[in-house]
């Protein structure tokens, strides 16, 4: 009787060391999401889709609530549009899943099979769209669709709905990737762009050169 006493009181001990080793890990991961250039990233927990022999999924991109024009119709920075496909500046944009026959990323592949799409011309003036979380905001991150994300070529936009002076706005916000400090934003015209376009968000943090 008292060994099972013993060994019972043995497990709940070594409960509460496990519970308090997950609280150190997460008190050391606050510190580290407070460095200037180390930010906390949560990938959706969503199951892998399979894509074409390239990778590419047939499906929307982005919400609809981001679609549309930024920066207005005349010099638009970013076009999200049903039927017409998401566009960066010339660049297509695509949501990989996992490439056809395997259980990789475009970017995962061998180096020589990169290498034979890259003489093909295959993934040219396209970017992949993958998701971060980042302090309670999602993002998109854009970048080429054979190297890993998050690189600092990188481009990391995001879609929120903003006050200024009581009145509402759709605003895209684009940032360094690695900090996810804002670097441009973008309205729904040309017009409000231009006004708008050093307006500083409160719950938005900004790059030095903005």
């Known amino acids: 009787m008292k060994k099972a006493k013993l060994i019972k009181l043995i497990s709940l001990a070594a409960i509460f060391l496990g519970i308090?080793?997950?609280g150190l890990a997460a008190s050391a991961g606050d510190v580290n999401a407070?460095?200037?250039?180390?930010?906390?990233?949560?990938?959706p927990e969503v199951a892998v889709e399979t894509g074409n022999e390239y990778g590419v999924l047939k499906k929307d991109v982005f919400p609809k609530s981001w679609k549309g024009y930024w920066?207005?119709?005349?010099?638009?920075?970013?076009i999200i549009r049903e039927g017409f496909g998401d566009i960066c500046g010339n660049c297509t944009i695509v949501e990989y899943g996992y490439v056809k026959g395997t259980h990789n990323y475009p970017w995962q592949m061998p180096e020589e099979w990169k290498k034979r799409c890259e003489e093909k011309r295959l993934y040219l003036h396209t970017f992949r769209r993958t998701w971060v979380s980042n302090a309670g905001i999602t993002w998109a991150i854009l970048?080429?669709?054979?190297?890993?994300p998050i690189q600092k070529d990188d481009i990391?936009?995001?879609c929120r709905?903003?006050?200024?002076?009581g009145k509402k706005y759709r605003v895209m916000f684009e940032a360094n990737p690695k900090n996810f400090r804002v670097t441009s934003q973008y309205f729904r015209t040309k017009k409000l762009t231009k006004k708008y376009a050093h307006h500083q968000f409160k719950n938005m943090e900004y790059s030095a050169k903005f």
């Open 34 to 43: 407070s460095s200037e250039d180390e930010t906390v990233l949560t990938p």
């Open 161 to 165: 709905t903003e006050t200024i002076k």
């Open 156 to 158: 990391a936009i995001t």
């Open 71 to 78: 920066g207005g119709k005349s010099d638009y920075r970013y």
């Open 20 to 22: 308090g080793s997950i």
């Open 143 to 148: 970048g080429y669709p054979l190297s890993e």
